[in-house]
C-alpha cells in the first residue's frame, strides 16, 4: 500500500513538471500555428516539445527502477531504428501499464511515442494539453444509438486518423495502434467470441488510414506482443505497488504487403479485406508467442 501511493505521488509531481513545460511550450506553438502553420519555426517548436516529452518518459523509467521490483525484458528492438524515423507500432492492449511499457522500450531509440486518445481526455488537468501540444490526435467515439440518429457521423473517427497522419509526414514519428481498440478482459473476449485464446479480435479501420498516410514514408512497422507473466492480466494499481514481477515487450519487425499503402485499403473491397487476412495471421502467431511467453515466466531477463 505504501509503495503504492508513493509511486502514483511520484509520477504525479514527474507528469506536473514537465506536462507543466509541454504546455507552456504549446502556447508558443499554438501562436506559431496561427501565423505561420508551415512554417520551420512550428517545426522545431514541435521537436522541442517532443524532447520534453522524452524527459518525462525518462522520469517515470527513474521512477519505477527506484520504487519496484519489476523485471523488464525487452526483445527485438535493434540498433537499426532510428529516433528520426517514421515507424508504425502495433500491439495487443492488456492495461494502462502497457503505455508506460512500450515508452519505456522505445524510448531513445525512435521518435516520441503518440497514439489516438478519447476527445475527453483533452480536459484532463495539464495531461490533457500536454497531449494536446504534443500532436496526439484526439477522436471522438460515438455510441451505436447516436450514430443511428447522425448517420453523417459515421467515419468521423477514421477522418480524424487520415488527418493526422498527413501532419506526421513533417516530423519523426513512432505512431502506436493498439489494433484490438480496447484492453483484454475474459468478458469481452467471450462477448466476442474471440478466436485466440489471450487477445481480442484486431480492428483494421484505424490501421489502414495510418498504412494509406505514412506507407511511403514508414521506416519499419513492428508488431509488439506485451506479456505479463504469470497470470497475462495486470492492473495499474498491481504494478506501482510492486506487485508485478515481470513484464515482457517482445518486437517483431514486420513487412506490411506494398499494397496496404494504398488508398484502397481504407475502403471496402479486395485489398482491406488482404489487410483483415494479415492482421489475422499477425494475431494467430501473436496468440501462440503469449502462450510460451506466459508459461515460461522464469526465462532470464534482460533488465532495462
Aim: hydrophobic share 45%.
Amino acid at each position: 500500500m505504501i509503495r503504492g501511493i508513493i509511486t502514483i505521488l511520484l509520477l504525479t509531481l514527474n507528469a506536473v513538471f514537465w506536462g507543466s513545460c509541454i504546455v507552456l511550450l504549446g502556447v508558443v506553438k499554438f501562436a506559431i500555428q496561427i501565423t505561420a502553420p508551415r512554417s520551420r519555426a512550428r517545426t522545431r517548436v514541435i521537436l522541442m516539445l517532443a524532447w520534453l516529452g522524452a524527459r518525462w518518459v525518462s522520469g517515470c523509467d527513474n521512477i519505477f527502477d527506484l520504487m519496484l521490483p519489476t523485471k523488464w525484458e525487452i526483445r527485438g528492438i535493434g540498433d537499426d531504428i532510428r529516433p528520426d524515423g517514421h515507424y508504425l507500432i502495433i500491439s495487443n492492449h492488456v492495461s494502462w501499464v502497457d503505455i508506460f511499457a512500450l515508452f519505456r522500450a522505445f524510448h531513445g531509440r525512435a521518435a516520441f511515442i503518440r497514439f489516438f486518445l478519447k476527445q475527453q481526455l483533452f480536459w484532463a488537468p495539464i495531461v490533457g494539453q500536454a497531449c494536446w501540444a504534443l500532436e496526439f490526435p484526439f477522436m471522438r467515439r460515438y455510441t451505436p444509438e447516436y450514430l443511428d440518429r447522425h448517420p453523417e457521423k459515421r467515419g468521423a473517427d477514421l477522418a480524424t486518423t487520415r488527418k493526422a497522419c498527413q501532419r506526421y509526414r513533417n516530423f519523426p514519428v513512432a505512431m502506436l495502434n493498439f489494433v484490438e481498440g480496447t484492453r483484454f478482459s475474459k468478458a469481452k473476449h467471450d462477448e466476442q467470441k474471440s478466436p485466440y485464446r489471450h487477445l481480442l479480435r484486431p480492428r483494421t479501420g484505424g490501421i489502414s488510414f495510418v498504412l494509406a498516410a505514412l506507407g511511403d514514408q514508414l521506416d519499419a512497422m513492428y508488431d509488439i506482443t506485451l506479456a505479463y507473466p504469470p497470470d497475462g492480466e495486470v492492473t495499474m494499481w498491481q504494478f506501482v505497488s510492486g506487485q508485478v514481477p515481470k513484464i515482457i515487450i517482445d518486437a517483431q519487425r514486420v513487412e506490411p504487403p506494398p499494397q496496404f499503402f494504398d488508398a484502397a485499403v481504407t475502403s471496402a473491397g479486395l485489398v482491406r479485406d488482404e489487410l483483415r487476412a494479415w492482421m489475422g495471421d499477425l494475431w494467430l502467431k501473436k496468440d501462440e508467442a503469449l502462450d510460451v511467453l506466459l508459461s515460461s515466466p522464469e526465462a532470464s531477463p534482460q533488465s532495462h
